[in-house]
T-cell receptor, first 113, second 114 residues
Framework: NAGVTQTPKFQVLKTGQSMTLQCAQD?????MSWYRQDPGMGLRLIHY???????DQGEVPNGYNVSRSTTEDFPLRLLSAAPSQTSVYFC????????????FGSGTRLTVV | AQTVTQSQPEMSVQEAETVTLSCTYD???????LFWYKQPPSRQMILVIR??????QNATENRFSVNFQKAAKSFSLKISDSQLGDTAMYFC???????????FGKGTKLSVIP
């Protein structure tokens, strides 16, 4: 049972480049989300999905795009990377809305130069 | 909107001693959930303990327990018999029934000193 798998673990991008952070879970969780973690800021919600074909914005959605074509996968796309997007990104999933807590992936450290 | 405040950016404790991490929150909801997450240097987010707001009994998980004061909107974490492996960032978080969002505090960095 792999839980929540994020790839890559580390990435360096140049300003203006695009890339996709991958997230997959094998627990049949309906809810998936993306957070970014910045020093002194805690974790902030970027986008979330309550099921295949359904996504919505979180607190800090600008510059990011998501889609959910299957229950298992929830990729996060950076359209045109900016230095302000340098951060650690976490994918999380859950069965129901927050009752059981969330299972997190191991994170992706992204640096935009 | 919910807010979560952790007023202690850093704390330290001697090994085998007890430490309490503070958390306050603000919500207009009646049915909500509270969590403490641990993030060791490995970066992995680990659920330590959770509390349902309608349950008055404080949650306990081995050496970890909470002091849930609903009227005061306070949710502190007590770690007993601190161990070196408890060294980590600790995040308090909240969510309310019917929502899919988890709101985090800014974290407390805990160092356990040998």
């Amino acid at each position: 049972n792999a839980g929540v798998t994020q790839t890559p673990k580390f990435q360096v991008l140049k300003t203006g480049q695009s890339m996709t952070l991958q997230c997959a879970q094998d627990m049949n969780h309906e809810y998936m989300s993306w957070y970014r973690q910045d020093p002194g800021m805690g974790l902030r919600l970027i986008h979330y999905s309550v099921g295949a074909g359904i996504t919505d914005q979180g607190e800090v959605p600008n510059g990011y795009n998501v889609s959910r074509s299957t229950t298992e996968d929830f990729p996060l796309r950076l359209l045109s990377a900016a230095p302000s997007q340098t951060s650690v990104y976490f994918c999380a999933s859950s069965y129901e809305h927050s009752l059981y807590g969330y299972t997190f992936g191991s994170g992706t450290r992204l640096t935009v130069v | 909107a919910q807010t979560v405040t952790q007023s202690q950016p850093e704390m330290s404790v001697q090994e085998a001693e007890t430490v309490t991490l503070s958390c306050t929150y603000d919500t207009s909801e009646n049915n909500y959930y509270l969590f403490w997450y641990k993030q060791p240097p490995s970066r992995q987010m680990i659920l330590v303990i959770r509390q349902e707001a309608y349950k008055q009994q404080n949650a306990t998980e081995n050496r970890f327990s909470v002091n849930f004061q609903k009227a005061a909107k306070s949710f502190s974490l007590k770690i007993s018999d601190s161990q070196l492996g408890d060294t980590a960032m600790y995040f308090c978080a909240s969510s309310w029934a019917g929502s899919y969002q988890l709101t985090f505090g800014k974290g407390t960095k805990l160092s356990v000193i040998p």
